[in-house]
Structure formats: structure tokens, C-alpha cells
């Protein structure tokens, strides 16, 4: 935003709530229904326009769903309201029914994302109906620990080692109070992921081989960041705090442009980037230490958040009031329409055609907002 001066007005923490409530409500009257007519239950349509496979929850995608709860406390955190803390338990309700088996899957990242999900549901909102799932899902997680490796799979039975699973794991151990596996998980990311030349996270590698994939995704960077960032705070070890500085500058230098993050991808991919924001926030809220290193470690992230947050925000398009995000949140959004579904193979759910359909699109949008809000509030 712009004065009459031709100034640049920061927007202040009350628009971005603002903003953030209508990132809500998007999501809310075009993705969220009830899970097959039945009663105390809501789950994320995964595209809108929505096919009738999508309609009828034939597609569901439990890891867009487990954010969708993390999304929905961001939201019941900064505004609480009993609609809000309803939403919670209505939404993990509907993943159990709709999973058939459990709570539990064969990918530990999914279970990984379902448990961070509902540890900050019930911490952080008293959603007690939780309780039983996450007993359930801390042993699994647990069990799925390989100390040959010091680490966890992608999913059962892989011999895939990467940094999707084992970072989110991490920081559900750390919530959950298990500091030492954390700490395993995370010194495993650092020693066998870490790019040396960029500083950036690779995507995996594979056991006993050794062979490394080096892509590099945007989600990796956040949940290895987020992981140190808890660690920092419950340990008080330097390495840390140390690593976690270091991965900071490393994306402000390789994955932003003019300080907002890039990229531009939907399906599983439209979620990368709104999850590095998410630990991009945290970082600059909790990570510890007065040195100046530190506190311009803090308000880097900060930044990010808040150029990626006003980019996006000045690119979505305006659909009856309510905010559409695009894929790339430099470039404006594109109206979607039904045709050109993503579908899941080989693990992972592919983008539809026009990538503003997509559910993880429009949730990482959604996150980008209460992010904004979050560090916006803290004055940074």
C-alpha cells in the first residue's frame, strides 16, 4: 500500500487479521463439506471448481487435510470462537472416518503432519477429543525410528531417508516432549542433507546406498528450519540456533526474489511454500539469543514473510469478495477451471491443470495470511 505521498504504508496487524479472515472464509464456502452426510463432520474438498470424485471425498489427500487443522488453529488462535474451536475436532473427526483404517497411514510425513496438527489443537485450544489420536500416532512415529540410520523413512518399508519425513517428525517429537530423538533427526538432516555449497536441504537419500536426491523444495528448508528452531528453544545447545541462522540466510539468498519466496507449484507442491512461511514465522517469533546475529536472523524471516505475504495478497484474484491465491505468489492468479484434476500416483498428488484449483494452493495462502498476522503482531 501506497499514501497519497507515494509512500509505502506497512499494513498493520489489524488487515492482516482482516486478510486472514477472508483466506478463511475462501476456503471454508468453497472447499469445506461434510464427509458423506454424516453428522459433526467437515472435510477440504481438494479442488474448486470440484469434479464429482472430489465432491464425493473419493480423492481426500490426508496430508491437505492434516494442514487444513493447522491452518484452522491459526485461525481459533488469533480470533478465538466457538465456531473456530468446533472446526477442530469436526475436521480430525472426518480424516478418521474417511481414512476407514485409523488414524494411521503407511507415510510418515502424513503422520508427522496429523500429529503436529492436533499436539497444537489440543495445547493450544483444549481439543481433549484428540487425546487418543495422538497416543496412537506418537507410536507409530516412534516405531517407525530406524537406529541403523538415525532417522525415519518416508514410508514404510523405503529405504528413502528424507527430509519431508524426518523434519516434520522431528518437531512433533520435540512437542511431544522427546528432545534426544529430535535431536537425532535433526543432526541426521544436517549431516547427510545439507548442501554444503548453498547451505539449502536436499530432498532425501537413500540407505544403506548412500545416494542423495538433490532436489531442492521449498518444505524442506521449513521443516528442518522449524526443527532446529524448537531445539534451539528447549536445549539451549548452540548448534541450533547456530544451523538454524545459517538456513535463513541460505533461502533469503537462494529461494526468494526481491525478499519474496519463489516458486509455483500445486498438488502436493502447492503446500512447500506455505509451510516454509509457517517455520519462517516461528523462527522469527522464537528463536533464542540477544547477539546481533540473532536478531538479524529474526527480522530476515520476518521479512520474508511479510514481502511473500503483500505479494500474494496484491496477485489473488477477487472472487465474490473472497481472495483466490495464485500458485506463484509474484505473478496475478488465474480463475481455474474444472477440467485438468491432479491425481495421486507414486506417492504424491500431481497439479491440476490450473494450479489455483487446488486445496493446497489456497491453504498455503491461507497460512501466508495468518503468518503475516503473527509476525506483523509480534512488531517484527
Known amino acids: ?99 476407514i483404517t485409523g488414524w494411521t497411514n503407511n507415510y510418515y510425513d502424513d503422520m508427522a503432519w496429523l500429529t503436529i496438527s492436533l499436539e497444537r489443537a489440543e495445547r493450544t485450544q483444549g481439543v481433549a477429543e484428540v487425546r487418543g489420536a495422538l497416543l496412537v500416532l506418537e507410536k507409530a512415529l516412534v516405531n517407525g525410528f530406524e537406529p541403523e540410520f538415525g532417522a525415519v523413512p518416508w514410508r514404510k518399508g523405503s529405504d528413502f531417508f528424507n527430509a519431508p519425513a524426518n523434519g516434520p517428525v522431528g518437531i512433533a517429537m520435540a512437542r511431544l516432549g522427546n528432545y534426544p530423538r529430535a535431536q ?27 545416494a542423495v536426491e538433490t532436489p531442492v523444495y521449498s518444505y524442506c528448508q521449513g521443516v528442518t528450519l522449524g526443527l532446529e528452531t524448537e531445539l534451539a528453544v528447549h536445549t539451549g545447545e548452540p548448534r541450533h540456533a547456530e544451523r538454524a541462522i ?28 506455505g509451510i516454509l512461511i509457517r517455520y519462517l514465522a516461528l523462527a522469527a517469533l522464537m528463536l533464542p539469543g540477544d547477539e546481533p546475529v540473532h536478531i538479524a536472523a529474526r527480522r530476515k524471516a520476518a521479512a520474508i514473510v511479510r514481502s511473500s505475504a503483500t505479494a ?35 506417492g504424491s498428488v500431481s497439479a491440476s491443470r490450473s494450479p489455483e484449483r487446488d486445496l493446497s494452493v489456497q491453504l498455503s495462502g491461507w497460512k501466508l495470511m495468518e503468518a503475516a498476522h503473527t509476525v506483523t503482531a509480534a512488531g517484527l
Open 1 to 99: 500500500m501506497t499514501s497519497r505521498t507515494g509512500r509505502t504504508i506497512e499494513p498493520t496487524a489489524a488487515l492482516w487479521s482482516q486478510r486472514a479472515d477472508l483466506a478463511e472464509a475462501a476456503i471454508l464456502s468453497r472447499h469445506l463439506r461434510k464427509l458423506w452426510g454424516c453428522p459433526g463432520t467437515q472435510l477440504g474438498v481438494v479442488g474448486w471448481p470440484a469434479t464429482k470424485r472430489e465432491r464425493t471425498f473419493a480423492f481426500w489427500h490426508y496430508w491437505w487435510q492434516a494442514h487444513l487443522i493447522d491452518c484452522a488453529v491459526d485461525a481459533a488462535n488469533r480470533a478465538p470462537t466457538p465456531a473456530r474451536q468446533r472446526r477442530l475436532w469436526s475436521i480430525a473427526h472426518a480424516m478418521r472416518l474417511r481414512n
Open 312 to 346: 500474494a495478497w496484491e496477485h489473488r484474484l477477487d472472487v465474490e469478495g473472497e481472495p483466490l491465491f495464485g500458485a506463484d505468489w509474484r505473478q496475478p492468479a488465474r480463475l481455474p477451471g474444472v477440467a485438468g484434476a491432479g491425481v495421486f500416483e507414486g
Open 184 to 210: 537425532e533427526l535433526a543432526d541426521f538432516l544436517d549431516a547427510n542433507l545439507r548442501d554444503k555449497e548453498t547451505g539449502l536441504i536436499f530432498d532425501g537419500i537413500h540407505l544403506p546406498s548412500g
Open 246 to 273: 545459517r538456513l535463513i540466510d541460505a533461502v533469503e539468498e537462494h529461494m526468494t526474489d526481491r525478499g519474496i519466496v519463489v516458486g509455483d507449484g500445486g498438488g502436493d507442491g502447492g503446500l512447500f511454500n
